[in-house]
């Protein structure tokens, strides 16, 4: 193996993919005998994968000699490990193709931790290989050694410790499966720094059968059918739909059922895309910060249809509050564990949302049964005197620039096209209920974690998927700060998003409940010490605009996206320090008791 490590080491650079390999080439019909650094790549490119998110180390030196021999896929070199995985994570959101992120050991693994995280709460298929000190070392406090399986089992859907480099191919093969099957979510492949020069016979495996992981994708066909009785029967129905609807690529089939069925449509802020905005159907947002329609709607149907959702905390509010009100549920789901979690359901079908929409269509046609007009004409003729409230109404004639503002203009210089990364915050909010997304897989977000910094590593992501697509970020002057370092990734690889920096100084959304919970006491949500965005974007070789008036604000947008569209620019808008985020459910709340405004406190 050491004379095996030398040769590759001393490897010409100039060399060709096959000739760098030609040491591993077996005579015709033999097996072909590779080290565990070359099984690494070649899963990689087994799996059609295009683009891996990386950093390097120590331990993981051998697969990127590996990965600099090959010209399959292409290495995306971020400037912190965390971003590595974010922008992973994003590529699998917008593309339904499986991002892989691969950092060293130690450091590079805790790094990647909060990526991992932050995926695994919003079900995102991806799979992290990481490099690990030499099984001989394991447990000795060795250089740059640290339980990576101990240390992320409560944040991936599976991982595997590989002792063997005869199970390498094998745990790859199982990792790419498992991710982006049933519920999908993060799997990683730690890979001991000898198994990666250790050789072995390289085949890999095709077929692929594990007894304990068989995840159900068709539903139940009587649970079916007492969910289409039900939705026929309803008079007040109201359908609801999370992230797992764009997870299995379903919208299509959300907006037949909503077409068909004439039924109102509500989406969580993860499933946002699911369903039109332009239709009249769509209620709008839900939830903590969602649509006094959406709420009130969602709290007083008889009916509900809850399809790839999971009742979580932000969407309902308090659950016996939730509860009050009688109703029946339908909760469609491909994790049985999210089924009766958090309320309890009438008719759960376990399965694949796409799959089992599907079949509800096809029974709702075949039943040939109509909703009932009048039933259905007074629960809208309701909905709409909720929607005559205008929750989202702002003050659009102040002197200082509206965060809202800058997101409705947004979404008319790019006409509803973009994507939207976005950061967590009060910028998110705002993104969420005035950007109106048309499509699936527009809207990338940390829903379930809430991580900041995500928004920048996210439009590389979605740039590496979707080459010359207009990608914005929506974020804040606190969460761009996190992650800030991959201005730099983009320069190297000419990605060109416009970030739009909706700047009010503080911790805006921390500023708002201190304001509301804590006696307006600001304990450390003041930001009075930022860089000049212009400047730092500048140096990093990038274009800075600052905007400070409101009639400067389309204009801006339209140089970004239009003279400069082949730039980075980052646009710093400086917002009004005090605006809020309304509507607003307080923690512990029930959805219908909301506040609209300022003047609800």
Request: aromatic letters at 8%; a neutral charge; charged letters at 20%.
């Amino acid at each position: 193996m050491k004379t095996l490590s030398a040769e590759m080491n001393r490897a010409d650079p100039s060399r060709t993919h096959s000739e760098a390999n030609s040491n591993s080439a077996a005579p015709h019909g033999a097996p072909e005998v590779l080290n565990g650094a070359q099984i690494v790549v070649r899963c990689l490119q087994e799996e059609g994968v295009e683009h891996v998110f990386g950093y390097p180390g120590g331990a993981v030196l051998y697969i990127y000699d590996e990965i600099f021999k090959q010209d399959k896929f292409q290495h995306i070199l971020v400037r912190h490990e965390q971003a590595a995985v974010h922008a992973a994570d994003a590529y699998s959101r917008c593309s339904n193709k499986i991002g892989v992120a691969l950092v060293t050991s130690g450091p590079g693994v805790t790094n990647a931790v909060t990526g991992i995280a932050t995926a695994y709460m919003d079900s995102v298929p991806m799979v992290v290989i990481t490099g690990q000190v030499p099984t001989h070392a394991i447990g000795q406090d060795a250089f740059q050694e640290c339980d990576t399986v101990g240390i992320t089992r409560p944040c991936v859907k599976h991982n595997i410790l590989v002792k063997d480099v005869r199970d390498l191919a094998s745990a790859i093969r199982k990792a790419f499966y498992i991710a982006n099957t049933g519920r999908p979510g993060p799997v990683l492949v730690d890979v001991p720094k000898d198994i990666t020069v250790a050789r072995c016979e390289f085949a890999y495996p095709r077929d692929l059968r594990l007894r304990s992981y068989n995840p159900v994708t068709r539903g139940h066909q009587g649970q079916i059918k007492k969910a289409v009785q039900l939705l026929l029967a309803a008079e007040r129905p109201m359908i609801y739909t999370g992230g797992g609807v764009i997870l299995a690529d379903a919208a299509p089939l959300v907006n037949k059922l909503v077409s068909t069925l004439g039924y109102p449509c509500t989406n969580t802020l993860m499933g946002l895309g699911g369903c039109k905005s332009s239709d009249a159907r769509f209620v709008g947002m839900l939830g903590m910060h969602g649509t006094y329609e959406a709420n009130m709607a969602m709290q007083n149907c008889d009916v509900l249809l809850a399809v790839g959702a999971r009742f979580d905390d932000r969407v309902i509010g308090n659950p016996k509050h939730f509860a009050s009100s009688p109703r029946k549920i339908v909760h469609i789901d491909i994790d049985p564990s999210s089924i009766s979690k958090r309320v309890k359901v009438d008719v759960p079908i376990v399965g694949d949302v796409r799959e089992v929409l599907q079949e509800l269509l096809d029974q709702i046609a075949a039943s040939g049964a109509k909703p009932s007009v009048q039933g259905l004409k007074a629960w809208w003729t309701q909905i709409n005197e909720w929607r005559s409230r205008d929750c989202l109404k702002y003050n659009r004639t102040a002197d200082v620039i509206k965060p809202q503002y800058v997101v409705e203009k947004l979404w008319e210089v790019t006409r509803g096209e973009a994507f939207v990364t976005s950061d967590v915050g009060q910028h998110q909010m705002w993104a969420a209920q005035y950007y109106k997304f048309e499509e699936p897989r527009r809207w990338i977000n940390s829903g379930g974690l809430g991580t900041m910094g995500v928004g920048l590593p996210y439009a590389m992501g979605v740039q590496m998927a979707h080459p010359g697509a207009p990608v914005a970020v929506i974020t804040g002057e606190a969460s761009i700060q996190m992650c800030i370092q991959e201005l730099s990734t983009c320069k190297q690889y000419r990605l060109t998003p416009k970030i739009v920096n909706l700047n009010n100084r503080y911790l805006g959304m921390v500023r708002q409940w201190q304001q509301i919970d804590y006696g307006s006491r600001y304990s450390e949500s003041y930001m009075d010490a930022l860089p000049d965005f212009v400047k730092l974007a500048e140096s990093y070789g990038h274009l800075g605009f600052k905007i400070e008036r409101p009639v400067d604000v389309e204009p801006a947008l339209r140089e970004a996206f239009g003279t400069h569209h082949d730039r980075l620019v980052f646009l710093d808008f400086i917002t009004d320090q005090t605006e809020n985020v309304w509507p607003m459910v307080k923690a512990g709340k029930g959805l219908t008791e909301m506040l609209l405004g300022s003047e609800d406190l």
